[in-house]
């Protein structure tokens, strides 16, 4: 009951706090609402698990259909909400005092809905415990974990709760961690995760190995070699020739329909510290309007 009252009072109050959202909303007592928000413990999954199976049964199960992940940053002031710290704001584009959630949508076309999320807390809180139990996180939550470790927790837990999608999609937030591609692909999930531009890649299989000068010593982890070239992405991307690409046609708009040129190529990427590279399906993608 308080719990459809103040997500009411969120959709409807312009200002969101407890006094403005429960004079949009009948038969409603902010004290009650207060004591919810603030002391009374409920379990999270209890209540995204009936969402994600809603929401799987509205536009899961497609072929069409993906879990998109993704973070956000929320802007705050003081000192005490669970998670803040200075911080990047995707919202804004740069640092900035704030709160950052990470978030899982299921998506299918032009419907997609939230049906997952988690607070990221910095290395600055889950080392002060005592700040961690005054704020009420659980002691299960005050463990450092980065954010594309959350991401993957939400794909495993969609994966759980029966939730139907073909692929994984995100930014190159989540891109740039090998750790979590590598687990995606050993769950046998496909993915579609963004790079930065500057992102180096190899061509070829890099090979690496020992230097025999070395090899006596034991493999260390930072002996590794290659003869390979690596190249960044926007370089290899534009030495490719017009015939490579393919255009894609992905949606109509009132200025015009919006398209992307696609080149398809498989490519190996290697830190410099394992002795196996990872191979992965490359599709490099220019977009415009016509």
């Given amino acids: 009951m308080q719990s459809q009252q103040y997500i009411a009072g969120l959709m409807q109050a ?21 004591n919810f928000i603030s002391h009374s413990p409920w379990d999270a ?7 994600a199976t809603a929401a799987n049964a509205a536009i899961g199960g497609d072929v069409d259909s ?7 940053g929320f802007s705050k002031k003081g000192q005490h909400s669970v998670g803040v710290s200075r911080q990047y704001n995707g919202r804004l584009g740069k640092v900035d005092h704030c709160q950052v959630a990470v978030s899982a949508a299921l998506c299918r076309r032009k419907r997609v809905t939230l049906i997952d999320t988690r607070l990221y807390l910095p290395e600055n809180w889950t080392a002060a415990k005592d700040r961690c139990r005054a704020a009420g996180v659980p002691a299960t939550r005050q463990k450092f974990q980065k954010k594309a470790e959350l991401a993957l927790e939400m ?20 891109g740039d961690d ?37 090899g006596k010593f034991g493999c260390h982890p930072h002996c590794y070699h290659t003869d390979q070239p690596a190249v ?40 410099g510290l394992e002795a196996q590279a990872h191979q992965w399906h490359s599709l490099v993608t220019r977009f415009f309007s016509k």
Wanted: net charge negative; aromatic share 8%.
């Fill in 14 to 34: 312009k200002r969101h706090n407890l006094e403005r959202m429960v004079e949009k909303v009948p038969d409603t007592d902010w004290q009650v609402l207060q």
């Fill in 45 to 51: 999954q209890s209540l995204t698990k009936p969402i």
């Fill in 66 to 72: 993906c879990l998109l992940l993704d973070e956000s």
């Fill in 155 to 174: 794909v495993q837990q969609a994966r759980e709760n029966g939730v139907v999608f073909e692929w994984v999609g995100g930014d190159a937030f989540d």
């Fill in 178 to 214: 090998p750790t979590l591609l590598r687990q995606l692909d050993q769950q046998g999930e496909r993915f579609m995760l963004d790079v930065h531009q500057d992102q180096r890649v190899y061509l070829e299989d890099p090979q690496p190995y020992v230097p025999k000068r070395q």
């Fill in 232 to 271: 960044e992405v926007r370089t290899w991307a534009a030495e490719q020739p017009e015939s490579a690409w393919h255009k894609i046609g992905l949606r109509s708009r009132t200025k015009g329909d919006h398209h992307a040129h696609a080149l398809h190529r498989r490519l190996w990427l290697w830190n």
